[in-house]
């Protein structure tokens, strides 16, 4: 398997398909793109606040797996419709060829529209503007089709005018399942602050991924998927045995810190939020002749 620049203390291989670590995918990015080459030593993570001993941690450059969730409802504009269409070239511009992708657009109901693929000029340039927008359905179809995904890392990028039509799935249920998937979700909020930017946010946070609100601007969309393109070229892998040993199936909260080499710009981390914690079902026994 491949591995991005290794910094000290790093693995030369990724961990066991079976393990007992909690693993975070986790990206570092300045001003000026994604950061490699960073050592063990320069990160910290804390479960609900207390301080875990890093037990693995490598860089992962592997192949993505991405999912483009299009809105393709009424509620986009021409200025939306035009930032959207440049959205996906300019993400696929620098991917390599063991990416692939697949698309999905909604409207009145989300289709997958590319199969995976990994030939970037399949990419879609006109979307409908018909329809209704059903948003967290499309999410949701789009985490469920990572199911098949070839690759390890998985992403999802939404594209949105930011308007759900309430007829299906809601938010707290696109959330919950969400967590439990390994899928980052990243977003862009063409609509400016919309009614679905809070739970894009939300989504963003437990899944290791970031909402951004864009508005209809081709030059802040494009300008953003490139950005996103290249901080996922290699990103992180940190896993470490949590401290908690309860197996109450609760969820615990992540927070991963990262500390800057003297005389660099200040660096900004990413990661899932949170994470839940093993369950195990405990039988009731009663004594020899007992009810």
């Given amino acids: 398997m491949r591995g991005g620049p290794l910094g000290r203390g790093a693995q030369a291989d990724p961990p066991p398909l079976e393990t007992d670590l909690t693993l975070l995918t986790v990206t570092v990015a300045n001003k000026a793109g994604a950061v490699t080459g960073l050592g063990k030593d320069r990160f910290q993570v804390l479960e609900d606040g207390v301080e875990q001993k890093i037990a693995y941690f490598w860089a992962d450059s592997r192949p ?53 693929t990994m030939d970037a000029k399949l990419m879609p340039r006109v979307f409908p503007q018909t329809g209704e927008e059903p948003t967290y359905d499309a999410i949701y179809n789009g985490i469920d089709a990572m199911k098949e995904a070839a690759n390890p890392r998985k992403v999802l990028l939404v594209f949105t005018a930011g308007g759900d039509n309430g007829k299906g799935m809601n938010d707290e249920q696109l959330l919950n399942f969400a967590l439990k998937q390994p899928v980052q979700v990243y977003s862009m909020d063409m609509g400016g602050a919309t009614p679905v930017a809070n739970a894009l946010d939300l989504l963003a946070g437990v899944t ?21 393109a290249q901080a996922l070229k290699t990103q992180y892998l940190i896993g470490y045995k949590s401290t908690n040993t309860e197996t109450n199936g609760h969820r615990r909260g992540v927070k991963v810190k990262v500390s800057s080499p003297e005389g660099s710009p200040k660096l900004t981390v990413w990661t899932k939020s949170g994470y839940y914690g093993p369950k195990v079902n405990k039988t009731k026994t009663t004594l020899a002749g007992g009810k």
């Fill in 64 to 116: 993505l797996s991405v999912g483009f969730i299009m809105d393709g409802s009424s509620n986009m504009d021409d200025l939306m419709n035009e930032a959207i269409r440049g959205a996906g070239p300019a993400f696929l511009k620098s991917k390599r060829p063991e990416d692939e992708y697949f698309v999905i657009v909604f409207s009145d109901a989300p289709a997958m529209t590319v199969s995976y």
């Fill in 208 to 228: 290791g991924g970031r909402a951004s609100i864009t508005g209809a601007s081709s030059f802040l969309v494009e300008a953003q998927c490139n950005e996103l």
